[in-house]
C-alpha cells in the first residue's frame, strides 16, 4: 500500500481495478489544513488522463504490474500475436495497444509486454532494432539542397532520414525510443 507522501511522478497505482500512472505531480501545504497532493493520471489501458486532489493520509494499491519477455510472431489483420518464451503461450495484442511500436515491428524481436492481471496492456521494443531499407532514392553528389539527408522506406513500412551513403538493401539500426537512424549494420 502507497500513502499520500509515497506519491511522485512514475508511480503506477490501481484505482478502481485499473492500472494508473502518475504523470504529472505537484505538493502544496496551505498555512491552514491538510496537505494536498496534485496529481495528473493516466489510465494505462485506456489512455485517457484527469486530475484528481489527495488529502494526505489517503492510502493506494500498488498496481499489480508484471513484465514478460515474449517473441512477436505475425499479425493476422487485427491483432498481433506474442509468443511467451517460457511456458509458449500465445498472447494477442490491439494496434492500440501496440501503439507507434508497429512501425519498427519485426518478426521474431523480443520484446518487453506489460501484463495486468495477466493479460497484455502494453508493449515495449528493445532500445535498438535492426531492418532492411526496401525503398532508397538515388542521391546526387553536390545536392546538399536536401540538408544531407534523404528519406527511406524500412521492410516495416516506416519512413525516416538517414545520410546520403546509405543505400537501398542495406541493414541499419534505430534507435526505438527516438525512431532515428543510428548506423549502418555489417
Same mark, same amino acid.
Given at each position: 500500500?502507497?500513502?499520500?507522501?509515497?506519491?511522485?511522478?512514475?508511480?503506477k497505482?490501481?484505482?478502481?481495478?485499473?492500472?494508473?500512472?502518475?504523470?504529472?505531480?505537484?505538493?502544496?501545504?496551505?498555512?491552514?489544513?491538510?496537505?494536498?497532493?496534485?496529481?495528473?493520471?493516466k489510465?494505462?489501458?485506456?489512455?485517457?488522463?484527469?486530475?484528481?486532489?489527495y488529502?494526505?493520509?489517503?492510502?493506494?494499491n500498488?498496481?499489480?504490474?508484471?513484465?514478460a519477455?515474449?517473441?512477436?510472431?505475425?499479425?493476422d489483420g487485427?491483432?498481433?500475436?506474442?509468443?511467451?518464451n517460457?511456458?509458449?503461450?500465445?498472447?494477442?495484442?490491439t494496434?492500440?495497444?501496440?501503439g507507434?511500436?508497429?512501425?519498427?515491428?519485426?518478426?521474431?524481436?523480443v520484446c518487453?509486454?506489460?501484463?495486468?492481471?495477466?493479460?497484455?496492456i502494453?508493449? %515495449?521494443?528493445?532500445?535498438?532494432?535492426?531492418?532492411?531499407?526496401?525503398?532508397?532514392?538515388?542521391? +546526387?553528389?553536390? &545536392? @546538399?539542397a536536401? *540538408?544531407?539527408?534523404?528519406?527511406?522506406?524500412?521492410? %516495416?513500412?516506416?519512413?525516416?532520414?538517414?545520410p546520403?551513403?546509405?543505400?537501398?538493401?542495406?541493414? +541499419?539500426?534505430? &534507435? @526505438?525510443?527516438? *525512431?532515428?537512424?543510428v548506423?549502418?549494420?555489417?
Amino acid at each position: 500500500m502507497y500513502e499520500c507522501g509515497d506519491l511522485k511522478k512514475g508511480l503506477k497505482i490501481e484505482i478502481d481495478n485499473e492500472p494508473y500512472i502518475i504523470t504529472d505531480f505537484g505538493f502544496v501545504k496551505p498555512g491552514k489544513g491538510q496537505a494536498l497532493y496534485k496529481c495528473r493520471l493516466k489510465n494505462m489501458i485506456t489512455g485517457s488522463q484527469f486530475d484528481r486532489t489527495y488529502r494526505s493520509g489517503e492510502k493506494f494499491n500498488k498496481a499489480s504490474l508484471a513484465e514478460a519477455e515474449m517473441e512477436y510472431l505475425y499479425f493476422d489483420g487485427e491483432n498481433y500475436c506474442f509468443m511467451n518464451n517460457s511456458n509458449y503461450e500465445q498472447e494477442f495484442l490491439t494496434a492500440e495497444q501496440i501503439g507507434e511500436a508497429k512501425d519498427l515491428l519485426k518478426e521474431n524481436i523480443v520484446c518487453s509486454i506489460l501484463m495486468f492481471d495477466e493479460k497484455p496492456i502494453g508493449i %515495449t521494443l528493445p532500445n535498438f532494432v535492426e531492418l532492411k531499407i526496401t525503398k532508397a532514392d538515388p542521391w +546526387i553528389k553536390g &545536392d @546538399t539542397a536536401s *540538408g544531407s539527408s534523404k528519406p527511406v522506406t524500412l521492410e %516495416t513500412g516506416y519512413t525516416l532520414n538517414v545520410p546520403p551513403f546509405i543505400e537501398e538493401g542495406e541493414k +541499419i539500426r534505430i &534507435d @526505438t525510443r527516438t *525512431g532515428q537512424y543510428v548506423e549502418r549494420v555489417k
